[in-house]
């Protein structure tokens, strides 16, 4: 243990093509490292402890500088104890980590944004335009996984699954440095910029991780209670919080996320830790927003407007339960599909000793496949290629109808939302292909060796699917539900919110019409939800989803679809987490089964 002199040994690791794994048992593990440490009991130099004592002891010299020696060992120790306050390491972490978010967030905006620029200035040569759309994101991508492989492949990926794994209490190599820290951030910051359907949020709870890690050893060199290795172990659960709570600004999700993902038992003293760092982070993040005039005031990070007097009928929530039920079944098959992609690759021995020679192969045609797919002028005028996660958000929660009766002439689409208007296609079609499409791209996306994560892509394909429900029951019931002899329109965008957190999660409606606060917009809210949590096996999305969008008018529905999502996909698949630590053969016991009593009579424990 550090505060003993003795560092800790970490498994041993191995990099492959897609994911890298853990190559030692950890029982041989155990029983090496328990020999280490009686070694080096047996020959150890005295360490902390000991020159600890000798200061002590200076009370009792009798010398000329006794009182001036006591003196300033007493002052030392006050100013020590007080630098290393509980409080003070959590503004540090949240401040810092808002910091991280906002300049990654900028520096993303500003690679998409060049991305379209040159896309836009090859207008008049097709050919042209399309060399700029696919080589601008497969440079970054094989840049991002190059820059990771030489510097630090523990970056690879989302994070969670090994935090999963530290929290338990096993040491992984290098997985906390500063090193990988630093091409955590610029891997993932080149990945998101290339505009592949990868997500910020798993990586970034690695990131606050690694944040609040190199605070600790930090800390440590003033000595006190940051010298103790189960200290360190509650900061990281802290971080874990902060990194989702800067990365949405959404604290509250952020604290009950980090618990569901990441914890078999959570210490109830470190929950204000947790609120305090991840309420500290969001707000620090949101005012940086502000002070740079991208936000008039602090507001929900994807605001939505959907009508508060009545956002749906009972009538609607069948609908819901519909949409939670296909979205778990939906994120069982995305965690099955992304596992069976990794161990296909595995089994072809002859490729897959290709690509480890030529490492940046496989992440480059990958790119290229896809990027190629969403080219505008090409297939990508199907399922709004041109859009950005974001943007695609922003349209899918729009609380304006897309269409009347599916006809492609009646669609009311204004601002980036024309990006689902085709003339050869209706909005039904539109969004099919796009689910279809970036369900198997995102699957896909998620196995490349750069930094990322699977939390965002998801979120929106259950936004689209969401939508897809809400712009079918406008078109059910074009002159809205009856009730008490009044007429409520449809708003699909709720439907979108519900599906992404069943599914995902979040997003904003910049544009509010008079005449459309048609409930077709709360569908691909719910969505959203749903997917999310089915296949991540949380309802935290839900709350999440709320702080998102800055409403929770659709409370009700949308906890119906996660805690629908949840159950089925519970019953068919693990976590997408789960899945990982199983393809990276991490040392990690994984959760008894779901409903099945006889996984409790295991042998040997009664």
């Given at each position: 243990?550090?505060?003993?002199?003795?560092?800790?040994?970490?498994?041993?690791?191995?990099?492959?093509?897609?994911?890298?794994?853990?190559?030692?048992?950890?029982?041989?593990?155990?029983?090496?490292?328990?020999?280490?440490?009686r070694?080096?009991?047996?020959h150890?130099?005295?360490?902390?402890?000991?020159?600890?004592?000798v200061?002590?002891?200076?009370?009792?010299?009798?010398?000329?500088?006794?009182k001036?020696?006591?003196?300033?060992?007493h002052?030392q120790r006050?100013?020590?104890s007080?630098?290393?306050e509980?409080?003070?390491?959590l503004?540090?972490?949240?401040?810092?980590?808002?910091?991280?978010?906002?300049?990654?967030?900028?520096?993303?905006?500003?690679?998409?944004?060049?991305?379209?620029?040159?896309?836009?200035?090859?207008?008049?040569?097709?050919?042209l335009?399309?060399?700029?759309?696919v080589?601008?994101?497969?440079?970054?991508i094989?840049?991002?996984a190059?820059?990771?492989?030489?510097?630090?492949?523990?970056?690879?990926?989302?994070?969670?699954?090994?935090?999963?794994?530290?929290?338990?209490?096993?040491?992984?190599?290098?997985?906390l440095?500063?090193?990988?820290?630093i091409?955590?951030?610029i891997?993932l910051?080149?990945?998101?910029?290339?505009g592949?359907?990868?997500?910020?949020?798993?990586?970034?709870?690695?990131?606050?991780?690694?944040?609040a890690?190199?605070?600790?050893?930090?800390?440590?060199?003033?000595?006190?209670?940051?010298?103790n290795?189960?200290?360190?172990?509650?900061?990281?659960?802290?971080?874990?919080?902060?990194?989702?709570?800067?990365?949405f600004?959404?604290p509250i999700?952020?604290?009950?996320?980090?618990?569901?993902?990441?914890?078999?038992?959570?210490?109830?003293?470190?929950?204000?830790?947790?609120?305090?760092?991840?309420?500290?982070?969001?707000?620090?993040?949101?005012?940086?927003?502000?002070?740079?005039?991208?936000?008039?005031?602090?507001?929900?990070?994807?605001?939505?407007?959907?009508?508060?007097?009545?956002?749906f009928?009972?009538?609607?929530?069948p609908?819901?339960?519909?949409?939670?039920?296909?979205s778990?079944?939906?994120g069982?098959?995305f965690?099955?599909?992304?596992?069976?992609?990794?161990?296909?690759?595995?089994?072809?021995?002859?490729?897959?000793?290709?690509?480890?020679?030529?490492?940046?192969?496989?992440?480059?045609?990958?790119?290229?496949?896809?990027?190629?797919?969403?080219?505008?002028?090409?297939?990508?005028?199907?399922?709004?290629?041109?859009?950005?996660?974001?943007?695609?958000?922003v349209?899918?929660?729009?609380?304006c109808?897309?269409?009347?009766?599916?006809?492609?002439?009646?669609?009311?689409?204004?601002?980036?939302?024309?990006a689902?208007?085709?003339?050869?296609?209706?909005?039904?079609?539109?969004?099919?292909?796009?689910?279809?499409?970036?369900?198997?791209?995102?699957?896909?996306?998620?196995?490349?060796?750069?930094?990322?994560?699977?939390f965002?892509?998801?979120?929106?394909?259950?936004?689209?699917?969401?939508?897809?429900?809400?712009?079918?029951m406008?078109?059910?019931?074009p002159?809205?539900?009856?009730?008490?002899?009044?007429?409520?329109?449809?708003?699909?965008?709720?439907?979108a919110?519900v599906?992404?957190?069943?599914?995902?999660?979040?997003?904003?409606?910049?544009?509010f019409?008079?005449?459309?606060s048609?409930?077709?917009?709360?569908?691909?809210?719910?969505?959203?939800?749903?997917?999310?949590?089915?296949?991540?096996?949380?309802?935290?999305?839900?709350?999440?989803v709320?702080?998102?969008?800055g409403?929770?008018?659709?409370?009700?529905?949308?906890m119906?679809?996660?805690?629908?999502?949840?159950?089925?996909a519970?019953?068919?698949?693990?976590?997408?987490?789960?899945?990982?630590?199983?393809?990276?053969?991490?040392?990690?016991?994984?959760?008894?089964?779901f409903?099945?009593?006889?996984?409790?009579g295991?042998?040997?424990?009664?």
């Amino acid at each position: 243990m550090p505060g003993n002199g003795m560092e800790p040994r970490a498994l041993k690791y191995e990099q492959t093509l897609m994911y890298g794994r853990y190559t030692q048992d950890l029982g041989v593990y155990a029983k090496e490292e328990a020999a280490r440490i009686r070694k080096e009991r047996e020959h150890r130099k005295p360490g902390r402890e000991e020159q600890a004592r000798v200061a002590e002891l200076r009370e009792y010299d009798e010398s000329r500088c006794a009182k001036c020696k006591i003196c300033c060992v007493h002052s030392q120790r006050i100013l020590l104890s007080r630098i290393g306050e509980d409080w003070i390491f959590l503004i540090l972490l949240g401040l810092v980590m808002a910091l991280v978010s906002w300049v990654m967030d900028f520096t993303i905006a500003v690679c998409l944004q060049a991305h379209k620029w040159m896309y836009g200035g090859l207008e008049s040569n097709v050919f042209l335009q399309y060399l700029a759309w696919v080589t601008y994101p497969v440079v970054l991508i094989t840049f991002s996984a190059g820059f990771t492989q030489i510097l630090a492949p523990q970056a690879v990926g989302s994070g969670i699954p090994e935090m999963k794994t530290i929290l338990r209490g096993v040491v992984l190599k290098e997985y906390l440095t500063l090193k990988t820290f630093i091409a955590k951030v610029i891997g993932l910051t080149c990945a998101l910029g290339s505009g592949m359907p990868l997500g910020k949020e798993g990586p970034f709870v690695h990131v606050a991780s690694m944040c609040a890690a190199l605070l600790s050893k930090f800390m440590s060199l003033f000595g006190g209670i940051y010298e103790n290795e189960s200290r360190n172990i509650e900061m990281l659960a802290a971080a874990c919080a902060v990194g989702v709570g800067c990365c949405f600004a959404a604290p509250i999700g952020g604290v009950l996320f980090s618990i569901e993902v990441t914890s078999t038992f959570f210490a109830v003293r470190n929950y204000w830790r947790g609120f305090f760092a991840a309420t500290f982070s969001a707000f620090i993040f949101r005012v940086l927003a502000v002070w740079n005039k991208d936000e008039e005031t602090i507001t929900a990070l994807f605001k939505t407007r959907f009508r508060l007097d009545f956002p749906f009928d009972l009538q609607e929530l069948p609908a819901f339960a519909v949409i939670g039920i296909a979205s778990g079944f939906g994120g069982a098959l995305f965690v099955y599909l992304n596992r069976k992609i990794v161990e296909f690759m595995r089994k072809q021995k002859a490729i897959n000793k290709f690509l480890m020679k030529k490492r940046l192969l496989f992440p480059a045609v990958v790119t290229l496949l896809i990027s190629t797919l969403t080219f505008p002028p090409g297939f990508g005028q199907f399922m709004a290629g041109q859009l950005t996660q974001k943007e695609t958000l922003v349209t899918l929660f729009d609380n304006c109808t897309w269409a009347q009766q599916g006809i492609s002439e009646d669609f009311m689409f204004r601002g980036a939302s024309n990006a689902w208007k085709n003339p050869k296609t209706n909005v039904f079609v539109s969004l099919v292909v796009f689910i279809l499409m970036k369900f198997w791209m995102s699957a896909l996306a998620t196995t490349l060796p750069v930094p990322c994560g699977a939390f965002m892509p998801v979120f929106v394909i259950g936004a689209a699917f969401g939508r897809l429900v809400g712009e079918s029951m406008a078109a059910w019931f074009p002159d809205g539900i009856h009730s008490d002899g009044s007429i409520y329109r449809i708003v699909p965008g709720g439907y979108a919110v519900v599906g992404e957190k069943s599914f995902c999660v979040s997003l904003r409606s910049l544009l509010f019409y008079e005449f459309s606060s048609d409930t077709s917009a709360l569908f691909p809210s719910s969505g959203a939800a749903a997917l999310s949590g089915a296949v991540t096996h949380t309802v935290s999305t839900a709350v999440i989803v709320f702080e998102l969008t800055g409403q929770i008018s659709h409370i009700l529905p949308v906890m119906i679809a996660v805690i629908l999502a949840n159950a089925v996909a519970q019953s068919l698949q693990p976590s997408l987490y789960d899945s990982i630590i199983r393809i990276k053969k991490l040392p990690y016991l994984p959760e008894l089964g779901f409903g099945h009593q006889e996984v409790h009579g295991v042998a040997g424990l009664h």
